[in-house]
């Protein structure tokens, strides 16, 4: 029975998927908006929020919490989020991001999606 099993595995084995998740986690922090397919965007808004309402509360304890889970050796991700997100969002409580369909992918028809912070 698969009872709260409710994260997508993209046919890839724990360390891949964490990887890949981790690296557009990344990508969205830096750009502030990526497209891919609709799984992964909803996959990694749950991430990118909680990293965002984690680092609302600027210490050293929250940076190094943020370098282990964004799992960079360059720290641009993690300054961008504590300098430049963290204090465009303090008022809000939740809600960061925005997903936005744009159709299917011609080569695959896969749904793609456009993942940005409000």
Known sequence: MRHHNTNR???REQGQRKALLRSLARELILHEKIQTTEARAKEIRSIV???????K?????????LVSTLGSKDL???TKLLDTLAPRFKDRAGGYT???KV???ESDA???A???FI
């Open 76 to 78: 641009a991700p993690v």
């Open 98 to 100: 925005r997903i936005t």
């Open 49 to 55: 929020e909680k990293l965002i309402t984690r680092a």
């Open 114 to 116: 456009i993942i940005e």
């Open 57 to 65: 509360t600027s210490s050293l304890a929250t940076r190094r919490a």
């Open 110 to 112: 896969a749904p793609e």
């Open 9 to 11: 595995k993209f046919g």
């Open 103 to 105: 159709g299917n992918r």
